[in-house]
């Protein structure tokens, strides 16, 4: 009994520590019309990086095309996450106030979980305040607090910002190639499936080839090659080499792409490779 008694006179004490720690912030600006967070456009920013305190690094890059993922991994990056977390650069700022060296670690600022660079400004992210759940944001040498619908975007794993889409946005399929089967583009731009037993018509082969060129993952991530799987490839107009990947036998709804080590997992995958 003493002993719940205790903990609760704890928990108590650290939540008054939270409540008097929020309402001690130096505001300087808690108005009814709260300025954004950086002069940034989200709409015109063209480079980002994230870089937490796990050695986590995402770098991407605005390009005619859409995103582009630079870091870790160099590979079409997927639009509308990126242009959701870009969004903080407009976040309203409800209250701000000076950065005291001293108090940063209480604001989960020394060391920031998170630091976000957005064309060259920084922002480092902290902890969010216990009264409102509203995040601290330093930028400069000032502290922001905006609303928490950021963070999720930054602490997500690197593989949340590829694109789902198996082939960059300009790719043009020239053949796909299967153990059983392949399927090449003619001269003519009609497609052949070979081997083929009897004739195949037109609109179906040039129906799989668009549902192949349009095919999405559910969910893009990291892993180790299978032990064994079919082999799958793809020629792709003005690249040299095939895009490869493996389909491992244990899950068939999972492609491996062999050079970044990456798994698509599908869920069409078996309408895509079942013989047209």
């Known amino acids: 009994m003493h002993r719940r008694l ?7 004490a650290a939540i008054l520590l939270l409540a008097a720690l929020a309402l001690y912030e130096p505001r300087i600006e808690d108005s009814a019309t ?23 690094e995402v770098e ?55 630091g976000l660079q957005l064309d060259g400004h920084s922002l480092l992210i902290g902890s969010t305040d216990p009264l409102r759940f509203r995040r601290y944001i330093m930028t400069g040498d000032t502290i922001n607090l905006i609303d928490d619908g950021f963070y999720h975007h930054m602490a997500a794993p690197a593989e949340d910002f590829i694109s789902r889409n198996l082939f960059p946005p300009d790719a043009h399929i ?6 059983e089967y392949r399927i090449d583009r003619q001269p003519d731009g009609s497609w052949r499936v070979s081997p083929a037993d009897q004739p195949v018509a037109q609109d179906r082969l040039a ?12 969910v893009v991530r990291a892993a180790p090659g299978p032990e064994s799987g079919r082999p799958l490839e793809f020629v792709l107009r003005g690249r040299n080499q095939p895009l ?10 999972l492609l491996w792409r062999s050079d970044l080590q990456l798994t698509y997992r599908l869920a069409n995958a078996a309408e895509l490779l079942a013989r047209p």
Do not use: C
């Open 6 to 12: 205790l903990i609760n006179l704890v928990l108590g």
């Open 34 to 56: 709260p300025r954004p967070l950086t002069s940034l456009d989200p709409g015109q920013i063209q480079h980002v990086r994230i870089i937490d305190n796990r050695g986590k």
């Open 60 to 114: 991407l890059s605005r390009r005619a095309t859409g995103w582009m993922m630079l870091a870790p991994y160099r590979i079409a990056a997927d639009g509308p996450r990126v242009q959701a977390l870009l969004r903080i650069a407009a976040a309203p700022v409800h209250t701000r106030f000076p950065a005291q060296p001293e108090r940063l670690e209480a604001f989960g600022l020394a060391p920031a979980a998170v």
């Open 174 to 179: 020239e053949s796909v190639r299967l153990p």
């Open 207 to 218: 129906q799989r080839m668009a549902a192949w060129t349009d095919a999405q993952a559910v």
């Open 244 to 253: 490869r990947f493996l389909i491992p036998e244990e899950s068939p709804n």
